[in-house]
């Protein structure tokens, strides 16, 4: 199982979830995909790709430099093939996203803890010694957002609150980043209850933020125990679209919310873990990742804008589909799964059959008795 | 690709299993034959007139012309010193008892039913005094086991009898390493090296297919391997066991695995042994041609760049690797894709390099292999000794099997020989947009194997199996052209990336996993067909041979194996090793995943002779 920041939540592999019964397939992947194949090939995983605003490029993250067993920030040129590093090499990364009308890429960074390359050697260790990890995640609380210039090849960094900030992406006018963070647990005395909550599952502290470009004016929208991350901008910029995570972090949903936090919404309802949200470019519809098929078989779906529809099922493959991004003409897909053999995930990309998707959505019976009650449109 | 079970080398399982293919045809894409780098190729080289293109046969010799003829129309020459692309070489067709017998005491057995000499033995005329070494094992020190068969005997300068196979009743875990060392050859070379004179190898009463000789296996070596070496009948070893215990209780003894059982002299008794296996020998010829370099090679060396693809097949399948249905038999075995298509793209490579107006600063050495389909023999005559420095080849490229591409997948194997791999297919990829399934593991069914045990950086393409392989039905019509282009037009890509390296690909040897099972220690089979080209956590089966025990059991394509007699299967490799262990006609639980849905079924594998 690949672990990815932007909606894996690593305690809960621990614990275990009834699978809901696999309803009939209607459907096959190549009904929406077609020309799938695997994009990334070098290292031993890599995933979360995102589009640039042209759809020229992808940005992801990747282990594949030696001496370092964490995820560092690339970014791939659809013309020539070429890949280059975009993060500074050392330390953790995850979760980068271009920023739209700039030459600026996002990313989170541990790189500034002079325990970096230490913490490499440990892990690299660890690895030779055989053992598994149990946490496919760890919150590292050194996490910070920056942006590289890439002209000026100048890293900026955009938060300087303790504690995890990661898992940023900008609105679509660049102006605004969204980020999951739980500083929270870090600038107030915790109760000894919450003290140990913070040992087991820092995420279960992590709340949506948003922040201008520049990082100032940083404001909080969730207050909600237990994980929300994964936040996105609606294609308009209205709305921010999300994954909230029980307290126990077993079960997660996708919500949406205005910018400033009121009228929020819950999309999805399997009762499983259902997160990595994206709405495709139309506005109509967006696709996420659940595992309501078995624990540790991950499928991309996709449902209607509102959550009024029974989701429909995109990937048919075993082991991890997930974090799918479409790309900026929504006429192709990017995603993360480990069909390629293995337990790590590797980038795939597809043709995109966007008015197949439309059709199978409004085809799609309405949700039953069971779905949340929720106002019109967003 | 060879499909033999038992080659010279060291092979992987993938043989092992891949004895027929039932996927349902493919659908060939209408294309344009004018458009194709590679159609006409394969329509020649896959035609009747090549008749199967077998090493050493008429139809062979004239693909190597057409092949000679298309290099020289590309501008390629003749290695350097040589002043043709010819590379011929001497290889066994077959082998047969050329009239082995055996005398113990006053009574002489000559009867194939009798005595056999093994496909490796020297011929010989020996005589001696008799040692029985039960099953004849030495397990290597560095095993840390202690298994010996020799441990307490002096087998200087006797005629040594052993048992076929490995204990019946041991452990499982006994079982799992003494079936490691059970393979004949290992057998006979483990008794001489203690001085034995000749090796005698009986089918105990209570093993599979007891009392038997074993059958001349096919074997592409060109002399003996040291010792005289035949096995012998029930009857044979009944005489010879005359004198002391029934072979029945001393094969039950035995087959307790307990190390401490030893075997002893047979009192009394003198053995006249008298070997002699007929080799058919014939030459075949491989075609190596080179386009020279038109920049100036960078100064790291290594100044060559290796493409190669092996054109012979399997002539009209009478050497016993034809699976061919009784109806189809003796008939033309056209190899389109087996490795017409190959040998296409290896032409197509070169003709694109050829033409292209960028300089190249390696030269591009071009290779068509003979006598692959009997065990890689051409590949491994050239780097064996090599025309060429092997150490001047900065990389090799292999191509069997690349004319069958479905849903655009693209199996790039022996991606484990050097870092730089990944990296430069990740590259040319993206343009070119494969589904690219890697293997790191260069231990194929194909020539790759021998560049990389003679330290040569390789990629292998495949575009994976088909229910044609090795049968007469492998023709140029079934070829879909416009993938087989797109992976000439890949691979062109990566030769001439390597090409402009001013440092070649480091080599990295690769380790043959130690978990993974021998030919030698499986004595049954379930008539399964692997996907080798999906990789499924378990083994997902691309077919079952009709009649044979999956397909008895229920077991269908798609099926995933996850589980068989208790032993969880993550891959092929578990699945060979769960093999050894099986014994014929008792029935074994499998559990398969069908449409993701766990399931149960009961599977009776079958004697593998």
Excluded at chain 2, 36 to 44: G, L, M
Excluded at chain 2, 338 to 344: P, R, Y
Aim: aromatic share 10%.
């Amino acid at each position: 199982m690949p672990s990815f920041t932007r909606g894996f939540l690593a305690p809960a592999l621990l614990a275990s979830v009834t699978a809901a019964a696999q309803a009939p397939a209607q459907f096959q992947e190549s009904d929406f995909l077609s020309r799938a194949r695997r994009l990334t090939v070098e290292g031993r995983r890599a995933g979360e790709g995102y589009w640039s605003p042209d759809g020229q490029r992808l940005v992801f993250q990747s282990e594949r430099e030696p001496g370092n067993p964490f995820y560092q920030i690339y970014a791939l040129d659809f013309a020539t093939g070429e890949t280059k590093r975009i993060s500074p090499g050392y330390g953790k990364t995850t979760c980068s996203f271009f920023r739209p009308r700039t030459d600026e890429i996002l990313f989170a960074s541990t790189h500034h803890d002079p325990r970096s390359k230490e913490l490499q050697k440990e892990e690299l260790d660890f690895r030779a010694s055989g053992k598994e990890r149990r946490y496919a995640w760890d919150y590292d609380p050194e996490f910070e957002i920056y942006t590289l210039a890439e002209k000026t090849g100048r890293y900026t960094r955009l938060t300087n609150a303790r504690g995890y900030d990661a898992e940023g992406s900008y609105s679509p006018d660049g102006q605004w980043i969204a980020f999951s963070s739980n500083r929270d647990a870090y600038n107030r005395t915790l109760g000894a209850a919450e003290q140990k909550q913070l040992e087991i599952d820092p995420s279960y502290f992590a709340e949506i933020y948003i922040m201008r470009a520049d990082g100032s004016d940083q404001r909080r929208l969730t207050r909600v125990a237990g994980y929300d991350g994964g936040p996105f901008f609606s294609p308009d910029g209205t709305r921010i679209i999300w994954r909230r995570f029980d307290e126990k972090g077993l079960i997660a949903d996708v919500w949406t919310m205005k910018l400033d936090g009121t009228d929020a919404r819950q999309i999805t309802d399997f009762g499983a873990m259902s997160w990595a949200p994206y709405i495709h470019p139309s506005g109509q519809y967006l696709l996420f990742a659940s595992n309501k098929l078995g624990f540790e078989n991950f499928e991309v779906f996709m449902v209607d804008i509102d959550g009024r529809k029974e989701p429909v099922r995109i990937t048919y493959a075993d082991g991890f589909d997930g974090l799918p991004v479409p790309s900026p003409d929504g006429r192709r897909l990017a995603w993360t799964s480990s069909r390629g053999g293995g337990r790590e995930g590797q980038i795939f990309l597809a043709e995109w059959n966007h008015e197949r998707a439309l059709a199978a959505l409004t085809a799609a019976p309405n949700r039953g008795q069971t779905a949340v009650t929720r106002r019109t449109g967003i | 690709m060879t499909g033999r079970l038992t080659i010279m080398r060291q092979k992987t399982t993938l043989a092992l299993v891949a004895l027929a293919f039932v996927l349902p045809a493919t659908t060939t894409l209408a294309q344009s034959a004018a458009a194709s780098r590679t159609r006409a190729h394969v329509e020649f080289l896959a035609s009747e007139k090549l008749e199967g293109r077998e090493a050493g046969s008429a139809g062979e010799r004239l693909a190597a012309e057409y092949l000679a003829s298309e290099l020289a129309r590309l501008g390629a020459r003749p290695l350097p010193g040589r002043t043709d692309m010819f590379l011929p070489f001497e290889f066994t067709a077959g082998s047969r008892d050329g009239g082995s017998r055996v005398t113990v005491g006053g009574r002489t057995f000559a009867e194939r039913t009798d005595v056999q000499a093994l496909s490796f033995s020297d011929d010989a005329d020996v005589s001696g005094a008799v040692v029985f070494a039960g099953y004849g094992l030495v397990v290597p020190e560095s095993q840390n086991f202690g298994y010996d068969s020799y441990a307490a005997l002096d087998v200087k300068d006797k005629i040594v009898v052993v048992l076929r196979y490995f204990p019946e009743d041991a452990d499982e875990k006994t079982r799992a390493i003494l079936a490691r060392y059970s393979d004949l050859r290992y057998k006979a070379m483990a008794a001489r090296q203690r001085g034995a004179r000749a090796i005698l190898v009986a089918t105990g009463p209570r093993s599979p297919n007891a009392g038997q000789v074993v059958p001349m296996t096919f074997d592409t070596a060109l002399a003996g391997s040291g010792i005289p070496a035949a096995s012998i009948s029930g009857a044979v070893a009944d005489a010879l066991f005359a004198t002391a215990k029934p072979l029945r209780d001393v094969q039950q003894e035995l087959d307790s695995g307990n190390p401490h059982v030893a075997g002893f002299e047979l009192p009394g008794v003198t053995v006249r042994l008298r070997t002699s296996v007929v080799r058919e020998r014939h030459t075949a010829r491989n075609v190596v041609a080179y386009l020279p370099a038109t920049a100036p090679v960078p100064p790291a060396a290594k100044p060559f760049v290796a493409i190669g693809a092996h054109y012979d097949h399997l002539g009209r399948g009478d050497r016993g690797n034809s699976l061919a249905s009784k109806d189809e038999a003796g008939g033309i075995h056209h190899g389109a894709d087996d490795n017409a298509s190959g040998t296409a793209a290896v032409l197509a490579i070169a003709e694109t390099l050829a033409q292209s107006p960028q300089p190249r600063r390696r030269h591009l050495l071009m290779a068509f292999w003979s006598a692959e389909e009997i065990g890689l023999v051409g590949s491994n005559a050239f780097t064996a000794s090599p025309p060429v420095p092997i150490d001047q080849i900065a990389a090799y490229f292999n191509f069997d099997m690349v004319g069958r591409m479905q849903n655009n997948r693209l199996v790039v194997q022996a991606t484990g020989t050097s870092p730089a791999w990944a990296r430069l297919l990740e590259r040319a990829n993206v343009a070119a947009g494969f589904d690219l399934v890697t293997q790191a593991d260069p231990y194929q069914p194909t020539d790759v194997t021998n560049f990389h045990a003679a330290g040569v950086a390789s990629l292998a393409f495949f575009t994976g199996s088909h229910p044609d392989y090795h049968k007469p039905t492998d023709t140029a019509a079934k070829i879909n052209y416009e993938d087989l282009d797109r992976v000439a037009a890949f691979a062109a890509t990566l030769v001439r990336a390597v090409s402009e390296m001013d440092e070649p690909p480091q080599f990295t040897k690769v380790d043959q996993p130690t978990t993974r099972g021998t030919i030698a220690g499986v004595r049954v089979t379930t008539g399964t067909i692997p996907d080798y080209a999906t990789e499924v956590k378990g083994l997902l089966l691309s077919g079952v041979v009709g009649g044979g025990p999956a397909d008895r059991a229920g077991l269908m394509k798609g099926d995933v194996i996850v589980e068989i007699a208790g032993k969880t299967i993550a891959n092929v490799y578990d699945y060979t090793y769960a093999l050894e262990l099986l014994r014929a006609d008792q029935p074994v639980k499998v559990v398969f995943l069908r449409n993701g849905e766990r399931r149960e079924t009961e599977l009776t594998p079958a004697a593998r002779r």
